[in-house]
């Protein structure tokens, strides 16, 4: 029933996660969804881990918990760049790359 | 032996190679390459032919060329006294044409004397290949070979449009025959297992008689491509577009003769098939007749001996038609020596005339040109079958042997060309020759040539004099010797019916031909009684038809190549090829562009869109893993 509970806060999280991405505009918060996809799958990962006893959901979560930091810092530093250069950070100023 | 074999096949082929890719270097001194080149197999094919004359054989394999399955094809040459006599006359003429070549190709400039060199040479190896190979399939590579250096070399002027058409002209008839010849090879193959000349013999009497006719009708086809006779005989009269040196030596004396050496070498097939034999010696005996006639009104000098060339292959074929192969092989050997050197005395009087080729513009010039006149003298009275020129000693053979064996009808026709013979060929003599010069200042400009010229000339006089009395030879003469390998089935009645008399009055009969031809000859052009102008006005229908060669070319034009031009740029080109395979083509890049014109709109340059993409993505394949 615990388990059941937080596979539930897991996925709600990422679900949250994955929706703010999809239809939000704002990089900042794109961005902060993208750690609340993150945060999501560790979740899994811990719960899993915990289930079966397994050790190696733990490393997969410390894994992804660098990656993120070394992601957050760069992508922060993308978008100060682009506010820089477009004067704004809304994701549709970014359509150089349309066909 | 066998290294002096391969030596006289591979020598001219170095001297070639060596010519082609440092022409830059050896220029104006090519000849230093390519005389040797072909003077050593000359000396070389002399003791091979002492070799075989004393009974030596060979026949061997030099490496498999093709072996797939039953599939296999030597390198492989043949030495007998067919083969033997092909090289020595092959050797022997394109030596003193080569020598000669270096005075007459003396105003060329500096690459293209060599590249002349380099052609005249590869000439010889292809010509080699194609007397020596021991198998069906590499006789073709040579018998391509000397048609492609023959294509090169008249077409050796190629600025001039005229004898670039003139290389293609005879390139492309020859491909007509060709095609026989192929379809010939693969019914052998198909027959007989084999393309090893040995094998094919050896099983040759397992073939039906129907599909022996029609494998040598096959291989006739390619003979009458080759060597020029009808119908396939318009490409030679133009090939005259080529340098002089190169109408004597592949137009007179070697290649046009590949035909008569095929069919000889056949002779065992041909022994199987009576109605092919039929078919040659007719063929033969009909475009002698017909090629003489054309010569009969001909002004231009190259083009005269052209018909002549063709007109005396009309005559060897008829030599192999009447199954006497070794009279015809005969034929070819003496006509080599007087047909080569008439040519060989066209070019020096076009060489003195500045290439003047018209005989009517010509007269009176054996007082400027002794050595030339004198020698085209010989070579006239060879070719018009006067004794003991060598001309007559074949020819007579020839006639003879056709009428001893029952042809009656080729025996006539040929006696009849043999006067036309003598009268077109002393009509040029007479014209260029003798009488008042019609072109004074053409007249003033004449000189004799050098004697790098001269004396390959005087060679081959000599020769023409005197090749005929290999006749006499001990052991049955030449066609003794070469009758060694033809173990045929009639060729014993010929044997017998030599020794008949009668033969006599047949000697006379042709000899007096021959006069009557030569004092027609001297009537007409000389005393000018009857006048040939006055004839050609009264007989004016005949003259035109003869002077327009019986419109053949004109009527080939209309008939088969304006509508292949004609289907080849309105339906191939035009619908085929532009319609239809570039449609094609350019139908896939038209459909790929407009592919991709619709779906680049999915490019749209937003992250969240890319984002949506994914998550469809994941859910497909997730989706599709989960059900599957």
Redesign the interface.
């Given at each position: 029933m615990v388990m059941g509970l937080i596979f539930a806060i897991g996925v709600i999280t990422f679900c949250i996660g994955a929706l703010g991405v999809l239809i939000r505009k704002n990089a900042v918060v794109m961005f902060l969804c993208i750690e609340l996809m993150l945060n999501g799958a560790n979740m899994l990962f811990m719960a899993v881990s915990k289930f079966k006893g397994l050790i190696e959901g733990q490393v997969a979560v410390l894994f992804i918990m660098a990656v993120a930091a070394a992601e957050a810092a760069i992508g922060m530093a993308i978008i100060t760049a682009f506010y820089r250069r477009r004067g704004g950070i809304e994701v549709d100023k970014a359509e150089l790359l349309k066909w | 032996m066998r290294d002096l074999i391969l030596a006289v096949v591979f020598i001219p082929l170095i001297g070639a190679a060596i010519n082609g890719i440092f022409c830059w270097k050896t220029r104006r001194k090519a000849h230093y390459i390519a005389v040797p080149a072909i003077a050593i197999p000359a000396v070389i094919s002399l003791y091979l032919l002492v070799k075989v004359a004393q009974g030596y054989h060979f026949d061997d394999v030099l490496y498999w060329w093709i072996a797939i399955g039953d599939f296999r094809v030597p390198i492989g040459f043949l030495l007998d006294e067919l083969s033997v006599v092909m090289l020595v006359t092959v050797t022997f003429i394109s030596t003193w044409i080569h020598i000669y070549s270096i005075g007459y190709m003396d105003h060329e400039p500096d690459i293209s004397y060599a590249r002349y060199f380099t052609y005249l040479n590869l000439f010889v190896f292809f010509m080699l290949v194609l007397v020596m190979a021991n198998n069906y399939l590499l006789m073709f590579v040579g018998w391509e070979g000397v048609g492609l250096c023959s294509y090169l070399l008249i077409g050796y002027w190629y600025e001039k449009m005229s004898a670039a058409n003139a290389g293609m002209k005879a390139f492309i008839t020859n491909r007509v025959g060709d095609f026989g010849f192929t379809i010939a090879l693969f019914l052998i193959y198909k027959h007989l297992g084999s393309l090893i000349f040995h094998d094919v013999f050896a099983r040759a009497h397992e073939l039906s008689v129907p599909l022996a006719t029609l494998i040598t009708l096959l291989l006739f086809t390619g003979a009458t491509g080759k060597s020029a006779q009808i119908p396939l005989y318009v490409w030679l009269p133009d090939a005259m577009e080529g340098p002089t040196p190169v109408s004597s030596l592949i137009h007179a004396a070697t290649m046009v003769t590949a035909g008569v050496y095929m069919i000889a070498r056949s002779h065992v097939l041909y022994n199987l098939a009576p109605f092919t034999m039929e078919v040659v010696a007719v063929v033969g005996v009909i475009t002698a007749w017909f090629a003489a006639s054309m010569a009969l009104v001909n002004n231009d000098l190259k083009r005269v001996l052209a018909f002549s060339t063709i007109s005396q292959l009309g005559y060897m074929f008829v030599g192999v038609g009447v199954g006497a192969y070794a009279a015809g092989i005969f034929h070819l050997f003496t006509h080599a020596f007087f047909k080569g050197l008439m040519f060989l005395c066209a070019g020096s009087v076009m060489h003195a005339l500045h290439g003047e080729l018209n005989m009517q513009k010509m007269g009176g010039l054996l007082k400027k040109m002794k050595i030339t006149g004198i020698t085209f003298i010989v070579g006239a009275l060879a070719i018009s079958g006067v004794p003991p020129f060598a001309g007559f000693w074949s020819k007579d053979s020839i006639l003879h042997h056709a009428f001893v064996e029952g042809h009656k009808f080729v025996w006539l026709v040929g006696t009849i060309t043999a006067g036309m013979t003598a009268f077109y060929i002393f009509r040029l003599i007479f014209l260029t020759f003798f009488g008042e010069p019609r072109d004074k200042e053409l007249y003033e400009h004449a000189h004799e040539n050098p004697p790098v010229m001269t004396i390959p000339m005087i060679v081959l006089a000599i020769g023409s004099a005197f090749a005929g009395l290999f006749a006499l030879a001990p052991g049955g003469g030449f066609e003794g010797f070469v009758n060694r390998i033809m173990h045929a089935g009639h060729e014993a009645a010929v044997h017998a019916a030599h020794g008949e008399g009668g033969a006599g009055g047949l000697i006379v009969i042709s000899v007096a031909v021959a006069l009557i031809g030569i004092g027609i000859a001297y009537l007409m052009y000389i005393k000018r009684t009857p006048d040939p102008v006055e004839m050609a006005q009264r007989f004016r229908p005949i003259y035109l038809v003869l002077y327009n060669r019986y419109w053949v070319d004109e009527l080939y034009f209309a008939f088969f190549i304006n509508p292949t031009v004609g289907i080849s740029r309105h339906v191939l080109w035009k619908i085929v090829d532009v319609g239809i395979i570039d449609g094609i083509v350019n139908g896939v890049a038209r459909l790929c562009s407009l592919i991709g014109a619709g779906v680049?709109?999915l490019?749209?340059?937003?992250?969240?869109d890319y984002?949506?993409f994914i998550?469809a993505g994941i859910i497909v394949v997730c989706g599709i893993k989960i059900l599957f």
């Open positions: - | 680049r709109k490019q749209t340059g937003f992250i969240p984002a949506w998550l």
